[in-house]
């Protein structure tokens, strides 16, 4: 079963960023399961003098979970032209110690929805880029930006939109692909020492 963790950058409790994430649980594929982080809200901004380890509980949570997941699924609304704080400081707190967060390596997809027309994309792109430096393998051709959120989610949940009902299985599918190739190439590395050693002792004897 391929694990992926949601983290939701809207923590309003009715938000239309929660329900898409919703969304993706309940249309996640076969092996496949996707969870949503709970408490985003409660992670300090980061500070390299709390970041310790039992200094902020969410955040050692946060980092956690991250690592068992196979891949992150980032959520996120629009604010001001850019994602929102909690997914900025989310992956601030992964990103950490730099070049070794359990951000590293880690298949990331960014989606999400706002009321503009555009559905958020500078919000989704900078996520991107963030988490790109951040040191994850952020897969940007998987896209959905959902616009005028308040009007086309008024009456009907994500869940039950005929295009998120097509693309969000279709997006959960391919990063899954991603994870699995990530497993294979890992597999790969980790038995070339053993062939490497193997060659060696042969043309020893």
């Known amino acids: ?6 983290l939701v950058g809207s923590l309003r409790s009715g938000s239309d960023n929660l329900h898409l ?8 594929p076969r092996g496949v399961s996707v969870e949503i982080f709970e408490g985003l809200g409660d992670v300090a901004l980061y500070n390299e003098d709390i970041d310790l380890p039992g200094a902020v509980a969410a955040a050692d949570r946060l980092r956690a979970e991250v690592q068992s997941a196979d891949a992150l699924l980032l959520v996120t609304p629009e604010y001001n032209g850019t994602m929102s704080a909690a997914i900025k400081n ?3 707190w992964i990103s950490r110690p730099f070049g070794a967060g359990v951000i590293t390596g880690k298949p990331v997809a ?57 693309t969000m299985p279709a ?10 190739s990530r ?21 020893r004897t």
């Open 110 to 166: 960014v989606i999400g929805t706002s009321h503009g027309q555009y559905g958020g994309v500078w919000a989704h792109d900078d996520a991107r880029k963030a988490a790109r430096i951040a040191g994850a393998d952020v897969l940007d051709d998987l896209k959905l930006s959902v616009p005028a959120a308040h009007t086309r989610f008024a009456g009907v949940h994500p869940v039950d939109d005929e295009e998120i009902a097509v």
């Open 21 to 28: 994430a919703e969304a993706a649980v309940k249309l996640a």
């Open 90 to 92: 989310a992956i601030d």
């Open 171 to 180: 997006i959960l599918t391919s990063l899954a692909a991603a994870v699995l």
């Open 183 to 203: 497993m294979t190439a890992r597999a790969e590395t980790e038995r070339q020492p053993g062939i490497r050693s193997a060659s060696l002792i042969k043309v």
């Open 1 to 6: 079963m391929i694990q992926i963790l949601a």
